[in-house]
């Protein structure tokens, strides 16, 4: 009996120790592991860490290149303006030409445009002339013309004429008395066969035409008295005297 219960603590203890001794090579495993990681992220770190840092440290040629380029403009800029300065700073001598010649320049311009502005009257002033002459010329025509159709005009209704009617009444009789009844119709009469209104008219001379029932008369505007109308006119028996002739004389009998 007590054999038998000591070969069986024995395997039990067997079993214990074979069972820690796996457990201590697992952990062992695995501390292994996680010490190798923390090795391997450790100098992954720290290598990369000094790998940058050298990075930074170290020029980077690109850098350079831009660096020398931005001295290179900066340098063009710096004589561009030096340039430009230089042209701009003229010696006076020469701003003095140029300002000479600048108002020679100016002086032929207002010579110029002084010129043509007196060509240009000129011009008008021969036009105005020539319209001026013009004028004058169709004056003269017209004076011409006026001339030659100036003067008493024989009517055109010559011969056309009607008694202009009479209040005159029983048997006619010649009478020559001025403001009579019979001295009135006839001047009315002759007004009618030259269109010359009473008003205006001039009788020079009205006298018996030959019998008993005409009479001629001399009249005119004053103006055109060395031209007068010679006037017949003849009474019609209860119808008033009626002009039966007109003509322009070329003289005037009655006046001096």
Same mark, same amino acid.
């Given at each position: 009996?007590?054999?038998?219960?000591?070969?069986?603590?024995?395997?039990?203890?067997?079993?214990? !120790?074979?069972?820690?001794?796996?457990?201590?090579?697992? !952990?062992?495993?695995?501390? *292994?592991?996680?010490?190798? !990681?923390? !090795?391997?992220?450790? @100098?992954?770190?720290?290598?990369?860490?000094?790998?940058?840092?050298?990075?930074?440290?170290?020029?980077?040629?690109?850098?350079?290149?831009?660096?020398e380029e931005e001295a290179d403009e900066n340098l063009n800029e710096d004589t561009m303006e030096e340039n430009e300065v230089e042209e701009h700073a003229v010696p006076e001598?020469?701003?003095?030409?140029?300002?000479?010649?600048?108002?020679?320049?100016?002086?032929?311009?207002?010579?110029?445009?002084?010129?043509?502005?007196?060509?240009?009257?000129?011009?008008?002033?021969?036009?105005d002339a020539a319209d001026e002459r013009e004028e004058e010329e169709a004056r003269e025509d017209s004076d011409e013309e006026g001339s030659e159709i100036d003067g008493p005009?024989?009517?055109?209704?010559?011969?056309?004429?009607?008694?202009?009617?009479?209040?005159?009444?029983?048997?006619?009789?010649?009478?020559?008395?001025?403001?009579?009844?019979?001295?009135?119709?006839?001047?009315?009469?002759?007004?009618?066969?030259?269109?010359?209104?009473?008003?205006?008219?001039?009788?020079?001379?009205?006298?018996?035409? @030959?019998?008993?029932?005409?009479?001629? *008369?001399?009249?005119?505007?004053?103006?055109?008295?060395?031209?007068?109308?010679?006037?017949?006119?003849?009474?019609?028996?209860?119808? @008033?005297?009626?002009?039966?002739?007109?003509?322009?004389?070329?003289?005037?009998?009655?006046?001096?």
């Amino acid at each position: 009996m007590n054999n038998n219960n000591n070969r069986g603590f024995g395997e039990d203890t067997r079993f214990e !120790l074979r069972k820690r001794r796996k457990m201590n090579r697992i !952990l062992n495993t695995a501390i *292994g592991i996680v010490a190798a !990681l923390v !090795l391997f992220f450790g @100098g992954t770190l720290f290598f990369g860490g000094n790998e940058q840092v050298a990075e930074q440290d170290s020029p980077d040629p690109a850098d350079d290149v831009a660096t020398e380029e931005e001295a290179d403009e900066n340098l063009n800029e710096d004589t561009m303006e030096e340039n430009e300065v230089e042209e701009h700073a003229v010696p006076e001598e020469a701003d003095t030409v140029a300002y000479e010649e600048e108002e020679n320049d100016e002086a032929i311009e207002e010579n110029e445009e002084a010129r043509e502005e007196e060509e240009e009257e000129a011009d008008s002033d021969g036009d105005d002339a020539a319209d001026e002459r013009e004028e004058e010329e169709a004056r003269e025509d017209s004076d011409e013309e006026g001339s030659e159709i100036d003067g008493p005009q024989i009517p055109e209704n010559e011969g056309d004429w009607e008694p202009i009617g009479t209040e005159q009444s029983g048997s006619f009789t010649h009478n020559f008395s001025s403001g009579s009844q019979n001295w009135n119709e006839m001047e009315m009469a002759m007004e009618y066969a030259t269109g010359i209104s009473r008003d205006d008219m001039t009788i020079w001379r009205l006298e018996n035409g @030959g019998n008993a029932t005409t009479a001629v *008369g001399t009249v005119g505007l004053y103006e055109e008295r060395h031209q007068p109308y010679r006037v017949t006119i003849e009474f019609i028996e209860g119808e @008033g005297w009626k002009p039966v002739n007109v003509e322009v004389l070329d003289g005037n009998p009655y006046t001096n």
